[in-house]
Nanobody, 118 residues
Framework: QVQLEESGGGLVQAGGSLRLSCASSGRTFRNRRMGWFRRAPGKEREFVAA????????DYADSVKGRFTISRDNAKNTVYLQMNSLKPEDTAVYYC???????????WGQGTQVTVSS
């Protein structure tokens, strides 16, 4: 019913930038948030950022505030994560997710690897 596919991951040097994209297909879930999460080996999955349908309300984890920007293009059913000033600690598999209703992140992509070298 809903499919999410991340892209844009890769290897980047510390201080560099990457932009992740997540394309969704199927049900659009208008007025529901899309978000980004990440998981590093040996660590729990953690919240990174979320954005409302309008794009006017965003939330960020403290660890990425001021460096990452989440946005969405509803015409393309795509959410983006612009990552600047990347740090080695940002290395993780990044997943996009779709909120089917309030407080429920129901749909997930397969993830895209981001590796930040020193």
């Amino acid at each position: 019913q809903v499919q999410l596919e991340e892209s844009g991951g890769g290897l980047v040097q510390a201080g560099g930038s990457l932009r992740l994209s997540c394309a969704s297909s199927g049900r659009t879930f208008r007025n529901r948030r899309m978000g980004w999460f990440r998981r590093a080996p040996g660590k729990e999955r953690e919240f990174v950022a979320a954005v409302t349908w309008s794009g006017g309300n965003t939330d960020y984890a403290d660890s990425v505030k001021g460096r990452f920007t989440i946005s969405r293009d509803n015409a393309k059913n795509t959410v983006y994560l612009q990552m600047n000033s990347l740090k080695p600690e940002d290395t993780a598999v990044y997943y996009c997710a779709l909120e089917s209703y309030a407080s429920t992140w129901e749909y997930w992509g397969q993830g895209t690897q981001v590796t930040v070298s020193s």
